[in-house]
């Protein structure tokens, strides 16, 4: 079963939140209509600009907490390596 490590932002060069999920289009979903309880519900981040897959969510669990200790400029450097433009990736999901 695949799981996703996913980055949301709030907008270019703002706000970030790093998720695991094993279902990306309805979590990333739950997070843009505001059923998610939270940090993303009050500080508005909805737009997703970067994951990744994994074979098992042990793996992305792993991967996530790893990328919770990153510092923000390495999250950033890492969205723009992938995603320069911070395009909200949700829309091409699917």
Do not use: C
Request: no cysteine; glycine share 6%.
């Amino acid at each position: 079963m695949a799981a996703y490590v996913y980055i949301l932002a709030s907008g270019k060069n703002g706000t970030l939140y790093v998720g695991v999920t094993n279902d990306l289009i309805r979590r990333v979903f739950e997070h843009k209509q505001g059923v998610v309880q939270g940090f993303t519900k009050r500080h508005s981040v909805k737009d997703l600009v970067w994951f990744e897959a994994h074979e098992s969510i042990e793996a992305a669990i792993h991967r996530e907490k790893r990328l919770k200790k990153w510092p923000r400029y390495w999250k950033m450097h890492l969205i723009e390596k992938a995603n320069p433009s911070w395009k909200d990736l949700y829309e091409d999901l699917g």
